[in-house]
Structures are given as C-alpha cells and as structure tokens.
C-alpha cells in the first residue's frame, strides 16, 4: 500500500524552507494517525518498561520531522539517570508526549501486547517508506533514521536548560 506524500497540494517553497517544514510535519502526524489506526485492535499493559530503553537495548529510530515534533513548542528534558526515555514521567511510568510520540513508540510490539495474532507489517513498512520520503523532502542531508537518545544527546549538548 502507497499513500500520498502529501495532504494538500504542493507548494513552491524551497527544499527545507519553513512552509515545507510545517507541511512535513503535518504529513507525519498523519503517518502517526494511520499507525495508530492499524494498531487500534491492539492493547497492552501501558507499563512503561519499553520506555526504560537502557534495560531493553532497544529505541525508537526516529526521521527528523518525528524529532522536529516532539521538541516543538516543549522544553528538552535532561536525560534520565536510569537509562530511560527523556519524555518519561518522572515516576518512569507514563509517556509526557504521548501525543507526539515517534513511530517507533506506536508500532513497538512486545510479547505482551493482545490482539490478534499477526502484526499489521505491510501497513508499518508503507508507513516507514512514506516517513522517509517526508523527511527526505526537508532533510535530504539524513539518510537513516536515528535512535532517539542520539538525537536527545546532541540536542542536550547544544542548547543545555539552564536548570542543568
Ligand atoms: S517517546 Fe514516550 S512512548 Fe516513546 S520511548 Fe519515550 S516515553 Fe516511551
């Protein structure tokens, strides 16, 4: 299955100018909406534990639009101590983006999740080729996505809160 790149009829602004960065990321929200649509038959315990990604060894590897969203109109949170997502809640529980979570986060599948028996794969690879191509058209410089505590890393390193 393709889907359109975009939502509305293209623009003529440059590659990477504002107007096409806006239009990226509505676009990925829109990936984020059909995800979430293809995962809808699925439930799981909301524990948190695959946020704790030190101890799982695994993260999301996000597009930069999926980046540009979640720092967008939020304060970076420092890292944590204990290895997990920054966008934790302090108790280490709950998603404070919930909203804006990347892909990644949505189609993550674990041997806890319920549901039926086969994962929406072809829709998830689609989804990703769409992704990429959003993220291609604003940041053609990026060719692979990055785990999200590399993109926190460098963004904590450059612009450090001054509660840090
Ligand atoms: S962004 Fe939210 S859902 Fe994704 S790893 Fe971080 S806390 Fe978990």
Do not use: N
């Amino acid at each position: 299955m393709r889907t359109r790149d975009w939502d509305e009829q293209e623009d003529e602004s440059p590659t990477g100018g504002t107007r096409e960065k806006e239009r990226a990321l509505k676009e990925t929200r829109s990936v984020y909406r059909q995800a979430d649509a293809a995962y809808a038959p699925f439930s799981c315990p909301a524990s948190g534990e695959c946020c704790q990604l030190a101890r799982t060894g695994r993260q999301p590897w996000l597009w930069q639009p999926e980046w540009e969203l979640l720092v967008k109109g939020r304060p970076l949170p420092p890292p944590r101590e204990d290895g997990g997502c920054p966008y934790l809640d302090a108790a280490g529980r709950r998603c404070t983006v919930y909203a804006d979570r990347p892909f990644g986060c949505r189609t993550f599948f674990c041997e806890r999740i319920r549901g039926p028996a086969r994962q929406p794969a072809e829709t998830v690879g689609a989804l990703l080729e769409r992704l990429e191509r959003v993220s291609q058209r604003v940041a053609p410089a990026l060719k692979a996505p990055r785990p999200l505590l590399e993109w926190h890393a460098e963004a904590w390193a450059a612009a450090p809160p001054e509660e840090s």
